[in-house]
């Protein structure tokens, strides 16, 4: 699954370490995978700054100090939400960038009544924010991880130039 995502993870490390730029990720349902593609690129300590995988209430609180005041009319795995985690990773890590993700990769929905395959991703730069919404139509767990993750890549890319 990694190695699918490299192409374009060297293209962003290209640009990003080309521009001195930094990044850090704050994601829920890819677990990792974002952050993961941009570390496979040699020399990633240039840009990558840090991630986390929130995926709890617990590490929410505890990794981006999101409070309850914060979470006023804001949903889980909406683009409001994912546009919050990274504004949050952005400020806590002061980087350049930052992207956001939060979803449900599946086999079944969430309790917020999105359907498996759902996630919402953004992208926070020197110009400005942007967020989108996926939909696969899927329930397999590997499979939207993968597509979630090359969206966000994808976001973040467009981003960038």
């Known amino acids: 699954m990694l190695e699918e995502l490299l192409p374009q993870a060297e293209r962003i490390a290209s640009l990003l370490k080309a521009r001195g730029e930094t990044i850090g990720i704050a994601e829920s349902s890819t677990a990792g995978l974002i952050s993961a593609a941009l570390l496979a690129i040699p020399g990633a300590s240039a840009y990558f700054i840090g991630g986390a995988v929130v995926y709890t209430r617990q590490s929410r609180s505890a990794l981006l100090e999101v409070s309850e005041q914060e979470l006023t009319g804001i949903t889980p795995s909406t683009e409001a939400y994912a546009l919050l985690f990274a504004r949050k990773i952005r400020g806590k890590l002061a980087t350049t960038w930052s992207v956001g993700e939060t979803g449900t990769a599946g086999p079944t929905g969430s309790r917020y009544g999105h359907a498996a395959g759902h996630s919402c991703i953004a992208v926070i730069g020197p110009q400005g924010e942007r967020s989108i919404t996926i939909e696969t139509g899927n329930s397999d767990r590997s499979d939207n991880m993968r597509a979630f993750c090359i969206a ?10």
Request: hydrophobic share 60%.
């Open 152 to 161: 966000a890549l994808d976001l973040l890319e467009k981003g960038l130039v």
